[in-house]
């Protein structure tokens, strides 16, 4: 079709899996175990076909009381 060139951006976020208050590592891991190259907190860039990936964790850190945004400002 006519988005073949485009690239499709994955964001993990609360938008993603709950409201900011059920976001927690735990969640983000088991989403990015699913998508190839991608770390353990859902960071990442990887190519399938020709479709580009890219997965990013911002919105989560967004959130006041995230267990995520906390571990990961350690």
Same mark, same amino acid.
């Given at each position: 079709? @006519?988005?073949?060139? +485009? @690239? *499709? ?11 900011? /208050?059920? %976001? ?7 989403? #990015?175990?699913?998508? @190839?190259?991608?770390?353990? *907190?859902?960071?990442? #860039? *990887?190519? +399938?076909?020709?479709? !580009? *990936? ?7 850190? %967004?959130?006041?009381? /995230? !267990? ?7």
């Amino acid at each position: 079709g @006519p988005f073949v060139d +485009i @690239p *499709f951006h994955a964001i993990l976020g609360d938008w993603d899996i709950g409201e900011c /208050s059920g %976001l927690d590592a735990n969640n983000v891991n088991w989403i #990015a175990r699913k998508l @190839p190259g991608l770390d353990r *907190f859902g960071c990442g #860039a *990887f190519k +399938i076909g020709n479709v !580009s *990936f890219v997965s990013l964790n911002y919105v989560a850190l %967004l959130c006041d009381n /995230s !267990s995520l945004r906390l571990m990961l400002k350690k």
